[in-house]
């Protein structure tokens, strides 16, 4: 995806699938019937990406998210990371800033390795309020995280602790770089930031954990599951909704299955919403 003079690829890291039903507190298998375009065809279970995003804009070359890491732990499916990153012609000794979205432990998985910086180059940055909770000594690593990987090395205290020299910090809404600035978007977790990418009169936004299926961004009162703070997830998604629609903005999200790029669309029959997936 090109947004003006900004380039913006994919990198898949691997993925987990789920019952639809799982992911939010309070929809059933039923409510997914009239989205079964977003479910795999074998299992009807939906497929959550995991990975990043390569941004390149001027002299940037900016990592969005790093996915789970190396060694995951079912049901988390990965190691990808690597080589997708490899494949775009870029080492990780060529980027110069990793962002964090948020610090769960699929987007904070190839921050480090073996205790050293993976991004031997980089600055590395997330929002201010994430790294006060997840790195605090006071976190405690609830049951979804801790039956789902290693806290010795997957928690972000751990993960992060190589990486915290090279940690600037934002809050909130700010620039971070020509063309591209945060977006307040807490709810998921304390500092959850969507990026916003502006150049040549266009715009796009990467959502990071705004949303995890298509379903959650255009339909009404999709609850996830593991929101830090319910209220404020939804009027996040809430606000960004509206941006996109006013300005008919194209996003891509962390974990839409392929993590490929949509647009919101109305049918103008009572003013619904819908999704319609673009070409790469």
């Not at 904070?108 to 600055?123: D, E, L, V, Y």
């Not at 609830?142 to 789902?148: D, G, I, K, L, Y």
């Not at 029959?269 to 673009?278: I, K, M, Q």
Request: charged share 25%; glycine share 10%; net charge negative.
């Amino acid at each position: 995806m090109k947004i003006g003079d900004i380039t913006i690829e994919t990198l898949i890291d691997g993925e987990t699938a789920y019952p639809g039903e799982f992911l939010y507190t309070n929809k059933e298998r039923e409510d997914w019937k009239e989205h079964g375009q977003f479910l795999d065809p074998c299992t009807g279970n939906y497929v959550n990406t995991i990975g990043g995003f390569l941004i390149r804009g001027g002299d940037r070359v900016i990592v969005l998210d790093t996915g789970i890491g190396s060694k995951p732990i079912y049901p988390w499916l990965g190691g990808g990371f690597r080589s997708s990153l490899l494949s775009k012609g870029v080492a990780p000794e060529d980027v110069t800033d990793v962002v964090f979205s948020h610090l769960h432990l699929d987007h904070i998985g190839w921050a480090a390795q073996h205790g050293k910086p993976f991004f031997s180059n980089a600055t590395y940055r997330c929002d201010k309020r994430d790294w006060d909770f997840f790195v605090s000594p006071d976190y405690e690593v609830p049951e979804w995280e801790s039956s789902t990987s290693n806290p010795a090395e997957d928690s972000a205290v751990n993960r992060l602790a190589p990486v915290a020299s090279r940690m600037e910090f934002f809050e909130g809404s700010q620039g971070l770089f020509p063309g591209i600035s945060t977006l307040e978007s807490s709810g998921h977790t304390p500092g959850s930031t969507v990026l916003l990418l502006e150049s040549a009169g266009e715009k796009g936004l990467l959502l990071g954990d705004l949303v995890h299926s298509e379903p959650e961004l255009y339909g009404d009162n999709w609850d996830f599951v593991n929101h830090i703070d319910h209220d404020a997830g939804m009027a996040s998604i809430e606000k960004i909704r509206k941006l996109i629609l006013d300005e008919d903005i194209p996003f891509a999200a962390a974990h839409f299955t392929g993590m490929r790029w949509g647009r919101l669309t109305r049918n103008h029959v009572s003013d619904p919403l819908g999704y319609e997936t673009l070409p790469e």
